[in-house]
């Protein structure tokens, strides 16, 4: 496999970039089909960050809501504003979310290629790159999350880009916008822009470089000012040691990090650890580019790789670095594996794409060889070897029943959503279902806490919220109506949302993340165990609307009982 000629590099290229579009495309597509099979599909983590923004169309919806106000303070602006625009067009917040993901895929798309050029003068290795990436990047719910976290990865390879090219207005413009959009990349881009300051030839500091990271540096504090000024207003953040006595953040909580198996807590842990669980598998052929480098004679393409290779070590060790430091600084620089899982993905990626190219071309070259002394046999081995491979390169996604990974909700009996959207827009709803997670997003009503919502960092926030919750765990079980009536008056409740089995034993001990509010879920647990009946369950007449699975009462009802 030579490098191709001057005359028809662009046709090869353009070839190649099309095919990478056209797989880019085609992952797309496979995501918009689950984001749009029916009404009622709404992406896990669009619950969190997207709910808010439906007040771009309408201010009115969610007033004096609590859990509004924390998430809209701890959204990047630069997220927040994109999605502000596209409402001004009047588009819907939850539909951004749904197409943005294929967007992003184009522009991950765009740049890897490029920068894959950049690195390996061959277009079927951005190819091969581009592939690789855009299964992996699907294989997680990162990119179809349509969350800040998805632009951690088309923001990055442009910034690589521009760097490779010494473009600096363009890793200015990316250094703002990543500060805008995902802060916690900032640190990762401004610490390789350091690298680059120690000039290699003459072994000295590059000061006119100094100045140019200075700018960066400056520009990029300006724009994360804003956040950093919102996010405060729910501080303190956790400390290492309060995080540690919290049941929320260990398993069975809910956003457990600790683990007590030291080695799934540092190597595999979701949060935690080093190892991140990239797909496919091809993608882990990257680990071998030290390996073919030392031999350039036996492998000869190696030696078209270009100097600007260092950029991939580089990127290894200043995530390393950084995956250290948030372990220090625990919630800081908020989880470790921000550092590490999407740099590394895209250290592989390219890694393996180089890899895949420089054995393919060997593979060839032995091919002739093998044809020239009519060693079939063997020749037929090698063949199989190479067309197992690439069967397993482009037949992956199709066997990986998750792929591509979007993590939507699917929502089979609209009905409660229909419902509560008849209700005034200052209805408040108290639940311990976890049909509290969507209630915000999909019938654009208030809920008084939910387990999606109930983040465990701020303690400005989430000390009301955990109240709030021991408040209702307290009122719902309590065999006195008083209880349930001192709740609905201090936090001004609507309606009461039940599952229809939550006054068995079962469905408390299945709720575990409620394990963590004590002493109220272990007193909860050990009277219904005990037989004692809440009080809640004499109160069907109170029911405004009933499905087979759930019931909604009426605040107003219970008071009245309360107080009769």
Known sequence: MAKPTTASDRTSSRLWFGLSLGFALYYGSLALQKSFQAEYVVQDDAREYVFWMQRFLDPTLLPNDLIAQYFKSITPPGYAAFYHGMAILGVQPLWVSKVLPVGLGLITTFYSFALCLRLFPFPITGFITTLLLNQSVWSRDDLGSATPRAFVTPLFLAFLYYLLRHQRLGILIVLVLQALIYP???????????????????????????????????????????????????????????????????????????????????????????????????????????????????????????????????????????????????????????????????????????????????????????????????????????????????????????????????????????????????????????????????????????????????????????????????????????????????????????DQPAFTPLYLTNSTWLSSFEPEFTIALTNLQQGKIPALTKLTHCSVFNTPQLMLLDAACIKTAAEG
């Open 184 to 498: 916690p990349l900032v640190f990762i881009t401004i610490a390789l822009l350091c690298c680059t300051l120690w000039d290699g030839n003459t072994r000295r500091l590059n000061f006119n470089q100094l100045k140019f990271v200075g700018i960066c540096v400056g520009f990029t504090a300006i724009a994360l000012l804003p956040y950093g000024l919102a996010s405060s207003q729910f501080a303190p953040v956790i400390t290492r040691d309060q995080a540690w006595t919290m049941p929320e953040l260990h398993p069975g909580g809910r956003h457990p990090f600790f683990n007590p198996n030291p080695w799934a807590f540092w190597l595999i842990g979701e949060h935690s650890g080093i190892i991140p669980p990239l797909m496919p598998p091809l993608i882990w052929l990257g680990v071998l580019l030290p390996i073919l480098m030392r031999y350039p004679v036996r492998f000869p393409l190696v030696q078209q790789i270009n100097h600007r290779i260092a950029i991939l070590p580089k990127m290894i060790w200043v995530s390393l670095g950084l995956f250290a430091a948030a372990h220090l600084l625990l919630l800081r620089l908020f989880f470790p594996t921000r550092y590490t899982t999407h740099t590394f993905r895209i250290v592989l990626a390219i890694a393996a794409g180089i890899v895949l190219t420089i054995l393919l071309d060997t593979l060839l070259r032995g091919c002739k060889t093998l044809v020239a002394q009519r060693r079939w046999i063997t020749l037929g081995t090698r063949l199989t070897l190479m067309t197992m491979t690439m069967l397993v390169f482009f037949t992956y996604p199709q066997v990986s029943q998750d792929f591509p990974r979007i993590n939507v909700r699917v929502i089979k009996d609209p009905s409660l959503y229909q419902f509560l959207k008849t209700q005034p827009k200052d209805t408040l709803v108290a639940t311990l279902s976890d049909e509290a997670n969507n209630i915000s997003t999909l019938a654009q009503r208030s809920v008084l806490f939910s387990k999606e919502h109930s983040l465990p960092f701020h303690l400005g926030y989430y000390r009301p919220i955990r109240q709030r919750i021991l408040d209702v765990m307290q009122a719902q079980y309590s065999s006195d109506l008083r209880a349930a009536k001192q709740t609905i008056d201090k936090y001004q409740i609507k309606l009461w949302l039940l």
